[in-house]
């Protein structure tokens, strides 16, 4: 029996996407491989709301999350984390050699404004990286807030990681003024995992110019750069086959309406933090939860591998806790292709098999 995943990544697919990708090869360099980039990158602008370039990687968000930190920083980062890939962003900047500094904040609670203001008025940092949406607490960053903050440091280029959010949160990528954001597929978009996106603003591009060693793959100026020249093709070889699940993906996303699906995945959320609450209690600060999963706090010290155990014989499967907060948290996406009756049927479940009152 198939599971369904409830599971912070990978998501669920459509069937109708899974079988796209068994398209027949093309030549990369080819004008239907240009044709079909071309379509992703417009139909992707729509979603993440933006006139600027789309970068497409054949990697995980990370590859892409690296690109960003080493071909964007010329002096410093300053890097904001709410959790575990709040920290991955700082792992990423040091071992790339990056000068970087890390300012956490305590696990639940978000990144303030108040915090981006006391370490861009040092005036040490040239990019700053935060993530707008962090699956091990259950925080969405206040990237509006955050935002005005910036508008004091123009010379700032703003990284921010919203691999598990976009598609499934409403981030008004230009009007933010955000510089690089960065997703991947398997999350929001229900995709498969193995491509990565991201944004790149004309700033962000000529800050690239100055800084001399930017990797190989992962330079976003050469991506940049070839497609432009080459007409939306790319400088290594594309995953073709997960391009074609895109294509189709998107034209669903476009069919369903964005601003539609913005608005059922904010459904999806509401009623799991409901749920939470009557049973069980939501992790993170109340008034910055994420639009695409919930962290519940495991109030009734029950053992959640053997929940997950019971829940995949019915065929689902929810998250335990992460890093630090395994087993005593454990999380219900809401994200993607899933649905409301996809939250009762979870929720439900869970009452019977714990026999909840």
């Not at 239907?32 to 993440?48: E, H």
């Not at 086959?241 to 913005?262: P, T």
Request: proline share 4%; hydrophobic share 40%.
């Amino acid at each position: 029996m198939a599971t369904k995943l409830f599971i912070p990544g990978p998501t669920e697919v459509a069937p109708e996407v899974l079988a796209a990708m068994s398209g027949p090869m093309m030549g990369h360099r080819s004008k239907a491989a240009s044709a079909l980039q071309r379509r992703i990158s417009n139909n992707l602008r729509r979603i993440l709301l933006t006139e600027q370039e789309i970068l497409l990687s054949t990697s995980s968000g990370t590859g892409l999350m690296e690109g960003a930190v080493r071909s964007c920083t010329a002096k410093r980062a300053a890097i904001f984390s709410v959790g575990a890939f709040g920290d991955k962003w700082y792992k990423i900047a040091t071992g790339n050699g990056v000068p970087s500094d890390i300012f956490k904040s305590e696990l639940g609670q978000p990144t303030t404004p108040e915090m981006v203001d006391a370490a861009l008025s040092t005036g040490k940092y040239d990019t700053i990286c935060i993530t707008h949406n962090e699956t091990s607490t259950g925080i969405q960053n206040p990237v509006e807030e955050i935002a005005e903050v910036l508008k004091k440091y123009p010379d700032v280029v703003w990284c921010m990681d919203a691999v598990s959010s976009a598609a499934g949160s409403r981030i008004e990528t230009d009007k933010l003024g955000v510089d690089v954001l960065v997703t991947s597929t398997q999350k929001a978009l229900a995709l498969p995992p193995g491509m990565a996106v991201c944004t790149l603003s004309q700033k962000a591009y000529e800050r690239t110019a100055s800084v001399p060693n930017r990797g190989c793959y992962f330079d976003l100026r050469s991506i940049y750069d070839t497609i432009q020249k080459k007409d939306h093709q790319y400088t290594n070889t594309p995953c073709v086959s997960i391009m074609y699940a895109m294509d189709l993906q998107l034209q669903r996303i476009m069919q369903e309406g964005v601003e539609n699906r913005f608005a059922r995945h904010e459904a999806m959320a509401e009623f799991v933090r409901s749920w939470a609450d009557e049973y069980f209690s939501v992790f993170a600060n109340r008034d910055h939860l994420s639009r695409t999963l919930t962290v519940i706090s495991n109030t009734r010290d029950i053992d959640i591998a053997a929940l997950n155990n019971s829940l995949i014989e019915r065929g689902m499967q929810l998250g335990n806790g992460y890093g630090d907060l395994k087993n005593k948290t454990f999380r219900i996406a809401h994200m993607g292709e899933l649905t409301m009756d996809d939250m009762r049927s979870i929720t439900s479940s869970i009452v019977d098999i714990l026999k909840l009152k």
